[in-house]
T-cell receptor, first 114, second 114 residues
């Protein structure tokens, strides 16, 4: 079974631009969560989608948004990029969104904002 | 609010000696606790999880952790370190029934020396 895939793996943008990152969960998984990892703030939860609905949300500004499609693939969008948005963005999928189901993480998308 | 505190940012051990990575949690409700490992340039991998069943949890690669409610601790141990254990380890908490919103500790970098 293929693991969680994220595209692109690396991205360079400039301040003010917007970016869209994509995550394809493991086949059959319906929950997708997104995390931001930075050296200063560590790993922080962005949001979780389950059956195309946002179920949980972290403490990030409205510039960060996401969505989930009927095939469970998810995208996250960051508008008006700031230097501080440079980070590794990780997505994780799980079967049914229950804590008894392990979350599987993708390799991440490394975003650099210049 | 839920949180975890990893007491050591760096731990260095010799190969073949025991490993102890410390974690204390804070949660108003019944928590689920996890340990994840992140090798350089790789995604996060679940080592083990506690979800209110047995307090001693065995994970992959010889790791185990003991949930101690009286001490609000969930320390990770391994009897004998291997060079391949060198990585960053994250203690993670989530509220039972709270969906897939994981709160990560700041991480402990484990170094294994010959």
């Amino acid at each position: 079974k293929a693991g969680v895939t994220q595209t692109p793996r690396y991205l360079i943008k400039t301040r003010g631009q917007q970016v869209t990152l994509s995550c394809s969960p493991i086949s059959g998984h319906r929950s997708v969560s997104w995390y931001q990892q930075t050296p200063g703030q560590g790993l922080q939860f962005l949001f979780e989608y389950f059956s195309e609905t946002q179920r949980n949300k972290g403490n990030f500004p409205g510039r960060f948004s996401g969505r989930q499609f009927s095939n469970s693939r998810s995208e996250m969008n960051v508008s008006t990029l700031e230097l501080g948005d440079s980070a590794l963005y990780l997505c994780a999928s799980s079967l049914a969104g229950d804590l008894n189901n392990e979350q599987f993480f993708g390799p991440g998308t490394r975003l650099t904002v210049l | 609010a839920q949180s975890v505190t990893q007491l050591d940012s760096h731990v260095s051990v010799s190969e073949g000696t025991p490993v102890l990575l410390r974690c204390n949690y804070s949660s108003s409700y019944s928590p689920s606790l996890f340990w994840y490992v992140q090798h350089p340039n790789k995604g996060l991998q679940l080592l083990l999880k506690y979800t209110s069943a047995a307090t001693l949890v065995k994970g992959i690669n010889g790791f185990e952790a003991e949930f101690k409610k009286s001490e609000t601790s969930f320390h990770l141990t391994k009897p004998s370190a291997h060079m391949s254990d060198a990585a960053e380890y994250f203690c993670v908490v989530s509220l039972t029934g709270g969906g897939n919103k994981l709160t990560f500790g700041t991480g402990t970098q484990l170094k294994v020396e010959l």
